[in-house]
């Protein structure tokens, strides 16, 4: 296959941190590349700088001629004012594609992205819409090569499905930096961990993220091996040396200057070694009382929207409950509802006495201001973790910080540095429930998987919203599934609501009752069952007749204007009339397309 962007000698620092030194990058056609490394180690910085949006301090990028690069940052923000289908035009207008054409990539972008509303202003839109839009601008220039950092933060369950849909079918290559392992498993065809731990900076597997963790694993063993090696031998050079040899031939001066070389190998190989994962320990209080919360029937409405319907559920000590479901469907709303923040309009929620509720939320706000020295301790140079006394520069260490950074400003932290901060802030308090919103995002795969192990062993209860299926999977003993109309359902796991979710699909489909089974009894996962639609495709589906009648009314609407006589003596009237059924017919092509490739899959 033809490489279409080679990065070489790339070289990066901030200050006095280097970032990554003379690493080499590929991107061929056709591959879908999962970029990982630990926090700090410069995924976003060599992301923007492959995309031409970040100068290296060394080394160069080189693209194949005419080949068409998007990039879609972590922070997706759009200007007041501005609709859906402006900003999809405007990137097009950047990418110098024809004006003919833009009508029809406009809705075909936001059709497939989801969007039935093209005029709903962009900057009101949740976090996983703005994300989708951002996307979607991306998809619309038709790029060989597609950047994404961090896409599935702000996405929920059903838009991750969405993406890895157009990712998986899609004819351009991706390179796309992510934590979220099953979403790395079902779309990776190879991966690449930057690190200073390997000797290039970088390592390169062909595969998924399962493949490459079993080659990860080999090279750190041979490399385990080369270093055990190599310190027996710098072992042996060291006790010559002591020894001295009487003559300074030369061949004894080539022998230390051999030794010497080897003990710098060595040393440099410790030092690449040293990554370590952050040391996570949530602390519990020493709460006897069994049942924590006690929600009966409760309704609430929010925005003209009922969220939640007479829902029924206790939360008891050690129950870890995932809350699962679309963006706005009301899983924040509960566990405000939990903390007091809000209060039902019919219904109650008790909560045992002095309930300690410690919790992390999405929006992670922090004074900017601050060093990361008074992030961490505000009230002087230690802090008190399970009645022990700890200095400042050991509990940030725990974190992965250096002590160089404690006088550096909050502002110059990553997203993955933030969220340690506000973790090691939780593990102070002493809590008899753990309220978390999104604790996932921006967090590397080492400390997830620390963050993993640490809520297992927590005592105390725990709700927490996640789009991180395998966190979900591993963690979550029960899972409460939002279906955004005001249901609430109890499931054994994710895979289970999951499974209601199609079943849900499937009935609206045929017009049968989409009344799910009881919270006891949810339908079960068929394993025999042959999916023919995914989630999003066959949410698609069940709309798309409705839309295709909409845009036809729409064409029709149109293409009266036309039989206007005011219209058609008036040049600039008549013109902009027919671009209005230009653009209608587009549309309604774009849907009729959409709706024969998903009867086609149906018929597979």
Known sequence: MATLVTGRELSKRFGATALFDEIGFLIDEGDRIG???PNGSGKSTLLGILAGAI???????????????AYVSQISEFVPGKTARAVVTEALQEAGVPENLHEGRVAEALGRAGFTDFEVEAATCSGGWKKRLAIAMALSTEPDVLLLDEPTNHLDLAGISWLEDVLTQAAFATVVVSHDRYFLENVATSMVELSRQYPEGLLRVKGNYSQFLEQKEGFLESQAKRQEALENRVKREMEWLRRGPKARTTKSKARIDSANEMIGDLKEMKGRAQTGSA????TASDRKTKRLVEIAGVDLTLGGRKLIANLDFNLHAGMRVGLVGPNGSGKTTLLRLMRGDLEPETGEVKRAQQLRIVSFDQTRQMDESLTLRRALAPEGDSVVYQDRLIHVASWASRFLFTGEQLNQPVSRLSGGERARVLIARLMLQPADLLLLDEPTNDLDIPTLEILEESLLEYPGALVMVTHDRYMLDRVASTVLGFDGLGRVER?????QWESWQRAGLQAAKSGASTKPASSESPVPASPAGKKK???IDARDYATIEQRIAEAEELLSAKKAQLEDPAVVVDAARLQGALAEVEAAQSAVDSLIARWEELELKLAE
């Open 35 to 37: 970029l990982i490394g």
């Open 491 to 495: 499931f054994a796991d994710y895979w």
């Open 279 to 282: 040391a996570i320990d949530f």
């Open 55 to 69: 100068e290296p301090d060394r080394g160069e990028v080189a693209r194949r001629r005419l080949t068409r690069t």
């Open 533 to 535: 639609l995914s989630y």
